[in-house]
């Protein structure tokens, strides 16, 4: 491990940035293409029919086992679909702007291809005992980069629609203009009580992810909580929001195809359009991925059980190959569950209207994430200057107040 860490940093700066970019997206790419897979897949399970198992190769039909297996599974359809998508005819339709059409998806994949250099994926223990995380690019800001590149996404949405100049795409395009920032609002104010939490007083500001994962790989009661439980609403907006800023069912506004036709990709086809689907599930993968990180505890298997404990136990605690690769293992199967969890939300819930999207946004949401910002401040300045149960039964009784004032039922319009 060390010999390859030297080998790393010998690496002229050029080199390893090359190396950086190619791996995210040769990791992106394969990922997006079984996310469609497992999408069709998981809606088959879901509506209790098969789904796709009839496609394969003539010469994988004299292999027993494998051959049944992968066809089973789908591989084929994904192999199929991969390769229509490359060399299906790329038409451009004679009445858009060609330029920003062409454009938009490659807009598309730029935020899906660097945000992921932000997040962490694992870590291992140094030779000096020290938790190091695996991640492109260890930045202090890690929460602000994400936000702030990942909010780029909605430009090649807006440039599809109107570039397209067409009445549908450009609906879907000012949909997703609207959409994404409304629910950037909450986002945001759901994630700044994590951080109120994690730079407490007296210690050194941060916004890296990788501290928030080590906020929560403690043994303590309140260190060893993963922020889901510590802050419920937090998650909860948060999780709402990420379901709207990736497009997904119940949120699909952008497309609608039940009144838009397809939306702001009407107009597109073949390796266009197939970019616009693997941008969207490399946001679907990296919101999972930060979710994870900031209310289920990163690579921690369970709360108040730190990955570096269970290898101990297993007296492989010292290891840093077995620890970074333990890690990633961990990390990644809480990321498959919440994507399970989007596919399954897609092919349950029936989607919103335009109007109650942007009403759950503005009227519930934003309220709501701005109440819980204003308890956790006033909780921690509570639990600083330790002002007793007096201040804490006045902020229970303030918090319910605001609950019920921000949650009750909206009163009919007279008829």
Avoid at 4 to 30: H, M, T
Avoid at 37 to 48: F, P, V
Avoid at 385 to 404: E, Q, S
Wanted: charged share 10%; proline share 6%; net charge positive.
């Amino acid at each position: 491990m060390n010999a390859l860490v030297e080998l790393w940093q010998s690496l002229p700066l050029a080199a390893q940035l090359f190396l950086k970019g190619l791996a995210v997206v040769l990791v992106i790419f394969p990922l997006g293409g079984i996310g469609s897979l497992a999408e069709r897949k998981i809606s088959a399970w879901i509506q209790g029919r098969p789904g796709p198992n009839r496609a394969i190769p003539i010469w994988f039909r004299y292999i027993p086992v494998i051959g049944p297996a992968l066809q089973r599974l789908g591989a084929f359809h994904l192999m199929a679909d991969g390769l229509k998508m490359l060399f299906k005819e790329d038409a451009l339709p004679g009445h858009v702007n060609k330029f920003y059409f062409v454009l938009a998806p490659i807009v598309a994949m730029i935020p899906a291809l660097t945000t992921v250099t932000a997040v962490p994926f694992g870590a291992y223990v140094d030779a000096a005992g020290k938790t190091v995380p695996l991640v492109l690019a260890n930045v202090d800001v890690g929460i602000l980069a994400v936000f702030a590149v990942s909010s780029l996404g909605v430009y090649s949405l807006i440039i599809a629609g109107w570039a397209s100049n067409s009445k549908y795409p450009f609906l879907g395009g000012i949909r997703a203009s609207a959409q994404l920032i409304s629910y950037e609002l909450s986002m945001t104010l759901s994630v700044l009580p994590v951080f109120l939490w994690v730079n407490a007083p007296g210690t050194t500001g941060t916004l890296s992810l990788f501290d928030v994962v080590q906020a929560q790989a403690g043994t303590s009661f309140l260190g060893g909580m993963w922020f889901v439980f510590l802050m419920p609403v937090s998650a909860i907006v948060f999780f709402i929001a990420l379901f709207a800023e990736t497009n997904r069912l119940p949120f699909d506004m952008a497309e609608g195809e039940a009144d838009l036709v397809g939306g702001f990709h009407t107009e597109y086809g073949a390796f266009k359009w197939g970019l616009f689907f693997v941008a969207e599930y490399a946001h679907m993968i990296i919101g999972s991925g930060v979710f994870v990180l900031l209310f289920l505890g990163g690579w921690n298997p369970l709360p108040w059980l730190p990955l570096a404990t269970v290898l101990g136990w297993l007296g492989l605690a010292g290891n840093p190959f077995v620890f970074g690769l333990a890690s990633i293992a961990v990390f990644l199967a809480k990321v498959l569950f919440f994507i399970f969890v989007f596919m399954w939300v897609r092919w349950t819930v029936p989607r919103f209207r335009y109007d109650q999207v942007m009403k759950l946004g503005w009227q519930k949401l934003l309220p709501l994430a701005i109440g819980n910002l204003l308890f956790y401040a006033a909780a921690i300045a509570i639990i600083e200057l330790n002002y007793g149960l007096l201040a804490w039964g006045a902020l229970a009784v303030a918090t319910v107040a605001a609950f019920v004032l921000i949650l009750r039922p909206q009163a009919r319009a007279a008829l």
